[in-house]
């Protein structure tokens, strides 16, 4: 089955600003579940001018003690696989990451682009699409992909909050034109 959860967001600040947040938002103390990221791979086609990147983010495993007692569920943490790329001359960083725990059960992918705002060229849209679907857990399946969901959910809602923090606190006051 599987469920989805969309996103939409225009962060009041330039592109280069919003997208050196993001390169930057974890870890961070006003997100305790992300662990570390590290960049295991960077390039830049100097052709075209796009940077490519991949990270690996460590998460903490914040499945519900109660539904650890299944034994697949019972990890100390949560790795995930980011790949982007960056395109300063358009104006665009497209991601897409994907969870690399649990693969046999369980599919978790997001793709998402920031992008110059049509409304304010000095704006930047953000927009995520991320989907879950659990198999091989039984009845256990739709009990599992509606805590992922509504955890996916709250997520994009503290990661879009914790950007705008970040972006004031970096950048000032949003541009409000």
Known sequence: MGVTVDVHQVFQYPFEQVVAC????????????????????EK????????YRKRIAICQNVVPEILRKVSI???PDIRLEEESW???????MAIRS???TWTQYASMREESVFQESVENPNWTEFIQR???????AGFFNCIL??????FLRQGAQKGI???????KEQCGAPLVE
């Open 145 to 150: 992909e509606t805590f992922a969901s509504a």
């Open 44 to 51: 830049k086609d100097e052709s075209t001018g796009l940077i």
């Open 161 to 167: 909050r914790i950007m705008e923090m970040l972006l």
């Open 22 to 41: 993001f390169l930057r938002k974890y870890p961070n103390p006003m997100d305790n579940n992300v662990i570390a990221v590290k960049t295991v791979e």
């Open 130 to 136: 991320g989907r879950i679907s659990i198999t091989g």
């Open 98 to 100: 994907h969870c690399l």
């Open 73 to 75: 569920l019972k990890v």
């Open 86 to 92: 960056l395109s300063l001359q358009k104006r665009n």
